[in-house]
């Protein structure tokens, strides 16, 4: 079946940059999302990709996909102390339809 | 990008009881929402896929008679916990799809006491 995973935790220092890794296994995945949850909130959309794209850039973020290997990360130069939150990446054949969360990165930034 | 409500963000109620949970596409017409639920420190698990104006599709292992989801409108999809026990007690979160990206509602923290 259809699996996402991603590592737990990233500590990482202000100024830093992070860079969250998440792999799937679902080859037929089209639309690849990377959400922020602060805690007691709802999913934050940071941003998309599609599965014919390679790289997609938003300001501080920096999203690179190899659909080869099935790897997607998620880079957030300049990292700040307002950027902690939980991190999940998730995937799904049908844009905007039910998505395959991965576990969840939590970014702790240090000042 | 889009927006999408749910309400109430924070419910207590007591065992036995039941509660409605509501979400809103607030500035697009949602077919199709979706409704997960999220134990503490884990991941989402996708309960039902709601359809405007047919039957909701239940995953594997969620009683469709303890979680009634009722898709009347284009806007409106809500989520009913039947007869709620402290074990439903859950932070339960709605998405609807918009342009390509799915989008999410503020959540509903449940607590049945």
């Known amino acids: 079946g259809e699996d996402v995973e991603q590592s737990l935790f990233l500590s990482v220092r202000e100024g830093d940059s992070s860079v969250i890794n998440c792999t799937y296994t679902?080859?037929?995945?089209?639309?690849l999302y990377w959400y922020k949850q602060e805690p007691g909130a709802g999913l934050q959309l940071l941003t998309y990709?599609?599965?014919?794209?390679d790289m997609k850039q938003d300001q501080r973020l920096t999203v690179l996909l190899n659909k080869k290997d099935k790897h997607l990360s998620l880079r957030i130069a300049d990292t700040q102390t307002g950027d902690s939150a939980i991190y999940f990446c998730?995937?799904?054949?049908?844009?905007?339809?039910?998505?395959?969360f991965g576990q969840g990165t939590e970014l702790s930034v240090k000042p | 990008g889009a927006v999408v409500s749910q309400h109430p963000s924070r419910v207590i109620c007591k065992s036995g009881t039941s509660v409605k949970i509501e979400c809103r596409s607030l500035?697009?017409?949602?077919?199709?929402m979706f409704w997960y639920r999220q134990f503490p420190k884990q991941s989402l698990m996708l309960m039902a896929t709601?359809?405007?104006?047919?039957?909701?599709?239940?995953e594997q292992g969620v009683e469709k008679d303890k979680f009634l989801i009722n898709h009347a409108s284009l806007t409106l999809s809500t989520l009913t916990v039947t007869s709620a026990h402290p074990e439903d007690s859950s932070f339960y979160i709605c998405?609807?799809?918009?342009?390509?990206?799915?989008?999410f509602g503020q959540g509903t923290r449940l607590t049945v006491v």
């Open positions: 998405s609807a799809g918009q342009g390509g990206g799915a989008f």
């Open positions: 679902d080859s037929s995945s089209t639309y």
């Open positions: 990709i599609f599965s014919n794209m």
């Open positions: 998730a995937e799904t054949y049908n844009q905007g339809g039910k998505l395959i």
């Open positions: 500035d697009f017409q949602a077919t199709t």
């Open positions: 709601s359809n405007e104006g047919s039957k909701a599709t239940y």
